[in-house]
């Protein structure tokens, strides 16, 4: 088992299991997971005893969005390392959402080659919510998987999907009852893992490398925008409406 400041990895044969591990928080991304993600990708890239990765989280959620406590300006200097080091990783990369999925953890099942929910799982967009906008290339893997209507109204509106509504727009590929996920979702890895790893890799890049840097393109535009809106009047009442726990008040604005 190897340790990471916000990750647990344990490797089950050529099996590399990425825990989230931050779960009195529900796992919400900060810089140091960041890097830590961008160290595991790299590493398990390199390891020719690796042919597929799994990610989940700890505890009671899958991935809760960003950790709101941590200035924005110092996790967006490794997000973008981040979301470039999961387009750029050239093996079969499968998502077991154990619970809910809020922002990066709704975006990255779009850069997955395959995401196995637990029926009690939920993602959400809420970008419009705090004055935002997209991210992790979502608005583009998001229009290929779910049609553009599907994807416009789950990154405008804020509103959740239940892991059944991920399946059918096709976010998502399998529903599994919850105390069944791992041992489901780990049965369709060794699957892969014992395929020859040139076939999976090469498979892959064939998929992948027609929209690869359209990906990164996209993901460097969301930042961008993600930028220009933080700050923003709109972003100031969501955060200040966090703090305060109360619904945000967005008339006027």
């Not at 969005?65 to 050239?90: T, V």
């Not at 999907?161 to 979702?185: I, Y």
């Not at 998929?207 to 930028?227: F, G, H, S, T, Y």
Request: hydrophobic letters at 50%; one cysteine or more; glycine letters at 6%.
């Amino acid at each position: 088992m190897i340790s990471l400041k916000t990750l647990t990895i344990k490797d089950k044969g050529y099996v590399r299991v990425v825990e989230l591990n931050r779960p009195k928080v529900l796992n919400a991304l900060n810089a140091q997971m960041a890097k830590d993600l961008i160290a595991m990708f790299r590493s398990a890239s390199a390891d020719e005893e690796i042919k597929v990765v799994v990610l989940t989280g700890s505890g009671s959620a899958f991935w809760a969005g960003a950790d709101l406590k941590e200035a924005a300006e110092i996790r967006a200097q490794w997000f973008e390392q981040m979301i470039e080091s999961a387009i750029d990783f050239p093996k079969p990369l499968l998502i077991a959402v154990n619970g809910i999925g809020i922002g990066i953890g709704a975006t990255i099942c779009g850069l997955a080659d395959a995401v196995f929910m637990a029926d009690s799982a939920r993602l959400r967009c809420p970008f419009s919510a705090l004055g935002l906008t997209a991210e992790a290339a979502s608005t583009i893997t998001f229009r290929q998987l779910l049609g553009r209507q599907q994807a416009s109204w789950f990154l405008l509106a804020s509103e959740w999907m239940t892991a059944d509504e991920c399946v059918t727009t096709g976010l998502a590929l399998e529903t599994v009852p919850a105390d069944e996920l791992m041992k489901h979702v780990l049965a369709k890895a060794e699957i892969l893992a014992n395929l020859p790893l040139t076939s999976l890799t090469q498979t892959k890049a064939l998929i992948v490398d027609p929209i690869r840097e359209q990906l990164k393109q996209a993901m460097k535009d969301e930042n961008q925008a993600l930028a220009n809106l933080r700050g923003s009047p709109a972003n100031q009442e969501a955060l200040a409406a966090f703090v305060e726990k109360r619904q945000p008040n967005f008339s006027g604005l």
